[in-house]
């Protein structure tokens, strides 16, 4: 992963672990692991269908965060960091 790239994740991370109440290391961990109990727990059942597809496919995962949607509510969670 190029420095540009590894930046947006680690923000990611940063925003879903703070929705989610757990440090953005263990949400790493948990996600590398293939540990997803933490991540779709309070998500509706067809947002966690969804999920699913998406870790099975990271390409959808980069296709999506490279929009200019993506790009404006991560400036936006993250208070334009």
Known sequence: MDHIN?????GLLKVVSQKLG???EQLQQELKAGKFD???KN???SDASKFQQAIKNPQ???K????PQAKAIYQK???GQ
């Not at 590894?6 to 680690?10: G, K, M, V, Y």
């Open 6 to 10: 590894q930046q947006n994740l680690d």
């Open 43 to 45: 998500m509706s059942q």
């Open 60 to 62: 959808i995962v980069e």
């Open 38 to 40: 933490n991540a779709i």
């Open 77 to 79: 969670l993250t208070g």
């Open 22 to 24: 757990i440090p953005p």
């Open 64 to 67: 999506l965060m490279s929009t």
